[in-house]
């Protein structure tokens, strides 16, 4: 955490000082090592989804990162691929890329920016963005219904805290494989400053000065300096 102090000044008033507490980015990496077998066609059959939980993360989420680790397939073009966050938003990592040629023990990272899966060439080890090419695609149930988004931005500005699921799925006969070191959930997040409501009062008072006996007139601005809404605000002026 760090504190920021201000020392605040109005002319040659001297105000009292104000302070803001907030966090540093946090990064958080975690992974499920447990193998994820596929058939030769549906779900994966030991594990659907497999989870990552994630607990007393601070802060609100920037960036995601998902790698699958050691990725072997006879067919990678029936490899489906989706993550599903805590509250249930999804996004397609991977579907009909890599033409037919085979994936032996590659680790496969996704984030956005990165270029996208090659759609009929080999797949070799890297970074890529998501990629999928059949926008219409669907896993099998428990998996969420599409359609599925397609970019890792759609969890920024959440928390991170949660239950993370990986559903994979093999969605075309005669070829089979496995994720064989199951995969790896990079977070960063940032702890922003404390937003509220900043409100100001300037009071003036019309005639001045004021001769004894006659009526004088009173003004009172409020303004909100913001950011957030004032709800509520009561003003109370002892004469």
Known sequence: MVTATLQL??????LPNVLFTFGLSTTVSLTNQSRISLPDMGAATNLYPSSIPVHDVPGLIRKVTVTL???????????DVLLVGPRG????????AGG?????????TFEDGGALLP???QIISGTYGPTDYAPSETLPAPAPAGLYGGALGVFNGMEANGTWSL???DDAGGDFGRIGGGWALTISTVDPVGTSADLKIVGSAIPDPL?????????????????????????????
């Open 9 to 14: 000044s109005d002319g040659t008033n001297t």
């Open 69 to 79: 680790l050691n990725v072997q397939h006879t067919s990678p073009e029936d490899i």
């Open 89 to 96: 938003d999804t996004v397609l990592l991977m579907s009909d």
């Open 100 to 108: 037919g040629g085979a994936l032996n023990g590659a680790n496969l």
């Open 119 to 121: 759609q009929a060439s």
């Open 167 to 169: 559903y994979v799925a």
């Open 211 to 239: 001769m004894i006996g006659s009526n004088v007139t009173y003004t009172l601005l409020v303004t909100n300096l913001g950011p957030d809404a004032a709800q509520n605000v009561t003003v109370t002026n002892s004469l």
